[in-house]
């Protein structure tokens, strides 16, 4: 199966800039997650969705940061205006939920090869 | 709120010694336990999760509720093995993972 694919890889603003990050799950992966990776952190929950329903925003700064999942499949997630603060690796990652996840190994999260951002 | 901690940012190993990479949580439900690894210039991947009681890569985990601990361990360092692992928790019915800051291991010939 294909992976999850996520654009750009890099980017590089200045603060106050914008930016959008594209997020494509695997195919029928009914829930998506955004993670935000600073240097030497782990990854950190930005929001969750649940086909274009939002799950958990909780840890979303939603002065500057919003996420959208329209048609359930395709995601975007938009920083406006940046910080500096914001740079980190910005990762996508699908799951699929099943009664059965021993057997099928579901229930796991895939990731994506994240997004590189550097504000200056 | 569930918590994961990993107390070492850095672990060194000659090759063909034992390994144990820590990992303590706190979370007082049932938790399922993770540990996730990424090799230089790969994307995050599942290693292995407490509920499959498998042996992945030589590696294995066993969940320790008295302790609230999931150390990872393998008898028998490769080189291959040098990663940056990710020790992560979710709750019962929700996915979402809560990870600890990692712990880069490196394994010397």
């Known amino acids: 199966e294909a992976g999850v694919a996520q654009s750009p890889r890099y980017k590089i603003i200045e603060k106050r800039q914008s930016v959008a990050f594209w997020c494509n799950p695997i195919?029928?992966?009914?829930?998506l997650y955004w993670y935000q990776q600073i240097l030497g952190q782990g990854p950190k929950l930005l929001i969750q969705?649940?086909?274009?329903?939002?799950?958990?925003d909780s840890q979303l700064p939603k002065d500057r940061f919003s996420a959208e999942r329209l048609k359930g499949v395709d995601s975007t997630l938009k920083i406006q205006p940046a910080k500096l603060e914001d740079s980190a690796v910005y990762l996508c990652?699908?799951?699929?939920?099943?009664?059965?996840?021993?057997?099928?190994?579901?229930?796991?999260?895939?990731f994506g090869a994240g997004s590189r951002l550097t504000v200056l | 709120a569930q918590r994961v901690t990993q107390p070492e940012k850095l672990l060194s190993v000659f090759k063909g010694a034992p390994v144990e990479l820590k990992c303590n949580y706190s979370?007082?439900?049932?938790?399922?336990l993770f540990w996730y690894v990424q090799y230089s210039r790969q994307r995050l991947q599942l290693l292995l999760r407490?509920?499959s009681r498998e042996s992945i890569k030589g590696f294995t985990a066993d969940l320790n509720k008295g302790e609230t601990s999931f150390h990872l361990k393998k008898p028998f360092a490769q080189e291959e093995d040098s990663a940056m692992y990710y020790c992560?928790?979710?709750?019962?019915?929700?996915?979402?993972?809560?990870f600890g800051t990692g712990t880069r291991l490196t394994i010397i010939p």
């Open positions: 990652a699908s799951s699929t939920r099943t009664a059965r996840p021993i057997l099928s190994g579901a229930n796991v999260l895939t």
């Open positions: 195919s029928g992966h009914a829930t």
């Open positions: 969705f649940q086909n274009n329903g939002v799950v958990d």
């Open positions: 979370y007082s439900g049932s938790p399922e």
């Open positions: 407490h509920i």
């Open positions: 992560a928790l979710s709750t019962l019915g929700n996915e979402k993972l809560t």
